[in-house]
């Protein structure tokens, strides 16, 4: 055994130094559904900064320190606070923010947000194909692509809601086919993983395996 590790030392390392980078400093996700749709593509694999927010010790959950504050509109990977499983969302909520949505509508500290630039597309779903209506959601500074899917039943009004200290309203960007805040609630900040950046690859899974190679490299807004 001692022989063996010792032949094998520098590539037991190395494994061991890659595995401490991944949970530690940078990370990738692949997009396994299509709740961010139209910004995010099953298929689409995402690199992730794990330094983004927080310095954890590798393997948990355990801040170290904080670095910076998440912002509204980051795309980040988290812990889901109903069952642990990884996931995708954009933070549309910070903390002490009151939130409301009515009829797919976003309101923010009593303000609502603009919506503009609709595009009408189809999405193939399990139960057939579906109109869908893209549109620009924008609240200040902040803009981002949404998709809204015609006759799909989904809780598309709710609050309004205070968001906690120290706690997230996520929401995904397809927003009648996602599981999010609405259904899990709010995600502490220590179960944040870190924010996606940019695509680093991406194929359609869905379809006929091709490379999309357009979408390689794309930065995340």
Known sequence: MKIGFKKHRGYILLLIGFGLFR???????PIPSGSMRPNLLEG?????????????LPL??????????????????????????????????????????????????GLAAAYDAPELARETSETG???AVRLTETLGADARRIQLLSGVPARNSFGPVTVPAGHYLMLGDNRDNSADSR????????????????????ADIKGNWLLRLERFGQRLQ
Do not use: C
Request: proline residues 4%; glycine residues 6%.
């Open 23 to 29: 949970t530690a400093v940078a990370d990738w996700n």
């Open 44 to 56: 689409d694999v995402v690199l992730v900064d794990r330094l983004a927010y927080d310095v954890k």
């Open 60 to 109: 948990s959950d355990i801040v170290v320190a904080a670095i910076a504050a998440p912002k509204r509109g980051d795309i980040v990977t988290f812990s889901s606070p109903k069952d642990g499983n990884r996931m995708i969302k954009r933070i549309v909520g910070l903390p002490g923010d009151t939130v409301e949505m009515r009829a797919e509508a976003l309101f923010f500290n």
């Open 129 to 131: 194909v579906l109109r």
């Open 183 to 202: 259904y899990f609630g709010f995600v502490p900040r220590h179960l944040l993983i870190g924010q996606a950046k940019r695509i680093l690859v991406s």
